[in-house]
């Protein structure tokens, strides 16, 4: 009985003891991490200067030597006690791997977050998509819209040319355009807009359209400050002599509906079934004036605000088939309200001032 009670002291006295050391570890460690006041260490650094040796300045103000130290030498450097801007979290990604992503980034502009992800996961530094888009923020390459077409010095110049030779044009003048175009509209999809990294305001990298979907159709259509013209499915691949029936059975009827009279303007692009030399004739034995207009200019034809206002329309009548594509596109182009062609005929110089702006590069519109 009096071995058990002897045990049971020797068993309470180490339990005692452990805690004690426990507790004097969590002390110690506590103030090892304790940031002292600016108070104090500018005492630090007074008594420095006043000859005190690092030893006897420890001892004075109860710190530890190393603490002392550790102050003198921040006050040597930087001439100050004050705390400096710390530098945050280190970066999980290695300054090799950081410049490879912002290089991969610049010289291949469609690449996506997850193919950078993947690119930083095989060399062993897999960081979240966030952490890549933020580094290369940083680097000012951000996400942008691509912007299309492609322009070449040659079309820059004569976007340019366009855009600052009509500037001055009065709104009647605009008023009196019949603008045209063809487009693509697909079955099921809306074909989806493509990002690339690129830096603020610029707009060098391009791509070109996607297509994908169920099937889709190909319309010709054109409209006026005051309406829509007509809208053609055209069947099969579009030819030149396609193309002149469509004007002759089309063209004339849509200025008449249109009432823009026998002196109007007609726009096309640069297409070069467009610009055949038989459908040039056929312009002129119908004395129509086409309107001069320089290649790779999509931007600059209002048509194609219609156009994405049109495909957006019909795929929310969800067509089940190419016939009921059709029949919407048709139902969806005549509902286009006449306030809104006026708008954009309104607002056109801004797009002529866009132009002029980029140099003849390529705009938002």
């Known amino acids: ?45 007074k008594k420095f200067k006043a000859g005190f040796g690092y030893k006897k300045i420890s001892q004075a103000l109860n710190i530890p030597r190393s603490t002392v130290q ?13 705390n400096l801007p710390r530098p945050g ?20 502009p469609m690449i996506t977050l997850d193919e950078l992800q993947r690119s930083t996961a095989e060399v062993r530094d ?23 077409p492609f322009l070449k010095d040659i079309h ?9 030779s009509h500037l001055g044009d009065t709104p009647n003048m605009w008023k009196k355009v019949l603008w045209s175009d063809e487009t693509k509209i697909e079955l099921f999809g809306n074909n989806a807009k493509r990002y690339v990294w690129r830096k603020s305001n610029t707009a060098e990298h391009t791509i070109p359209t996607v297509k994908h979907g169920g099937g889709s159709i190909m319309v010709w259509a054109c409209f006026s400050s005051v309406g829509t013209g007509k809208m053609v499915k055209i069947d099969g691949k579009m030819d030149g002599a396609k193309y002149r029936t469509i004007l002759e059975e089309n063209l004339m009827e849509s200025a008449k509906d ?42 600059l034809n ?28 048709k139902e969806e182009w005549e509902k286009m309200s006449v306030s809104r ?10 797009q002529l001032t866009a132009v002029i702006a980029a140099k003849g590069g390529a705009t938002k519109y």
């Open 126 to 148: 897999s960081v979240h998509r966030t952490t890549i888009s933020r580094i290369l923020h940083k680097s000012g390459l951000y996400g942008r819209v691509a912007r299309k």
């Open 89 to 108: 979290r280190p970066s999980k990604l290695s300054a090799h791997t950081r410049r490879r992503l912002i290089r991969d980034a610049a010289k291949r």
């Open 341 to 350: 062609c006026a708008k954009l005929i309104e607002t056109y110089p801004k």
């Open 302 to 329: 209002p048509i194609e605000n219609l156009w994405k206002e049109l495909k957006t329309a019909v795929h929310k009548c969800s067509p089940s088939n190419l016939t009921e594509l059709e029949l919407f596109c």
């Open 70 to 82: 550790a102050i003198i030498l921040k006050w040597k450097e930087y001439q100050t006690t004050a």
């Open 258 to 299: 249109l009432r823009l009279g026998r002196r109007f303007v007609f726009q096309q692009d640069n297409d070069p079934k467009h610009k055949a030399k038989s459908t040039m004739e056929w312009f002129k034995n119908k004395h129509i004036q086409v309107l001069e207009w320089p290649s790779q200019s999509p931007d």
């Open 156 to 164: 820059k110049k004569c976007r340019l040319k366009f855009a600052t």
């Open 1 to 45: 009985m009096m071995i058990n009670t002897i045990h049971l002291c020797v068993i309470k006295s180490l339990y005692k003891c452990t805690c004690t050391v426990i507790v004097s570890e969590v002390r110690q460690k506590c103030r090892k991490n304790k940031e002292h006041t600016r108070q104090v260490r500018d005492t630090v650094v």
